[in-house]
Nanobody, 120 residues
Framework: QVHLEESGGGLVQAGGSLRLSCAAS????????MGWYRQGPGNQRELVAS???????NYADAVKGRFTISRDNAKNTVSLQMNSLKPEDTGVYYC??????????????WGKGTLVTVSS
């Protein structure tokens, strides 16, 4: 089983910055993709950013140019640097990990979420 622990959420004013971190632990054979999703008030959960094991990244259009996802393979962590935050960025951010717990088994794992609130 893979456990994901998120940190870094909080309250920030518009235009400010926050950095979210997620640490994966447990039975990890290899991590394929790690990413961040969010669910704002009245919205469905959406992909914010993801990063492949190769380093390739993907961003939602709404955050391009403002957010940067990065990883530390040695520590099995992924971070999301969020700059120029907008009230629309408010929501619960969830860490996601697609990983092999064994050489022949792959799973999709979720963190509990961390709240990000951006005041206008």
């Amino acid at each position: 089983q893979v456990h994901l622990e998120e940190s870094g959420g909080g309250l920030v004013q518009a235009g400010g910055s926050l950095r979210l971190s997620c640490a994966a632990s447990g039975s990890i054979f290899s991590i394929n993709v790690m990413g961040w999703y969010r669910q704002g008030p009245g919205n469905q959960r959406e992909l914010v950013a993801s990063i492949h094991s190769t380093g390739s990244t993907n961003y939602a259009d709404a955050v391009k140019g403002r957010f940067t996802i990065s990883r530390d393979n040695a520590k099995n962590t992924v971070s999301l640097q969020m700059n120029s935050l907008k009230p629309e960025d408010t929501g619960v951010y969830y860490c996601n990990c697609n990983a092999n717990t064994r050489a022949t088994y792959v799973g999709n794992f979720w963190g509990k979420g961390t709240l990000v609130t951006v005041s206008s």
